[in-house]
C-alpha cells in the first residue's frame, strides 16, 4: 500500500466535479450526449475508487497497533474542492433559472451540513469517513482516515497504513 493509493484517494476528490461538468452538458445540450458520458463514466468510476481502495485495505492491508498522542480535526482544501464542483454551472451563469440557483444552494447546504469534523475528501465523508491529523506517541504526525468521531486519542488501538503519511482506522 503505497503512495499511489494515496493519490487516487486524493484525485477521486475531484469525482464529483467530472460528474458536475456531465450535467452542465447535459444542461447545455437538453438531454444526455457523447460528450455528456466521457464525463460522468470517469466520476462515477472515481466514486467507486474510493469504495475499492478502502475495502481492499480493511481486508488485505497490513494491522498494526498504535498509540496515538493527539488527535485533531483535518480540514484542509475541503471548501477548495467542494467548490470545484460548481465551476462547470458556472459557465452557465446566463442561463441558471432560479429553479438551478435553489438546486445549488440545497446541494452547498448538504455539503455543509454534513462537515461536522471537514475531512479533506467530500466523496470519503459521503461515505462516512473523517480525516484527522494524528500525532503517534512516537511524535510522527499521521493523517488518519476513520469512521468515528474521535474526541480521545486513545480510542484509536489499530490502523492499516495507506501510505508512509497516512493511516486507516481498522473499527
Known sequence: ???WLKTALFVSALSPSLISVALARVWDK???????????VPGFAG????????????WNGETFPITLKKVEANDTLMLGI???????FIGKAIDITVGAVLAMLALGAVVLWMMSAIPA?????????RFYKAEAANGVVYTLITQRDLLDP???????RI?????????
Open 30 to 40: 437538453g438531454g444526455l450526449t457523447w460528450d455528456a458520458l466521457w464525463y460522468a
Open 47 to 58: 466514486i467507486l475508487v474510493v469504495r475499492y481502495i478502502v475495502d481492499a485495505l480493511r
Open 154 to 160: 486513545k480510542q484509536v488501538r489499530t490502523v492499516k
Open 121 to 129: 475528501n467530500p466523496v470519503m465523508r459521503v461515505l462516512g469517513y
Open 1 to 3: 500500500m503505497r503512495n
Open 82 to 88: 467542494v467548490a470545484t464542483y460548481f465551476v462547470p
Open 163 to 171: 501510505s508512509g503519511s497516512m493511516l486507516l482506522e481498522v473499527v
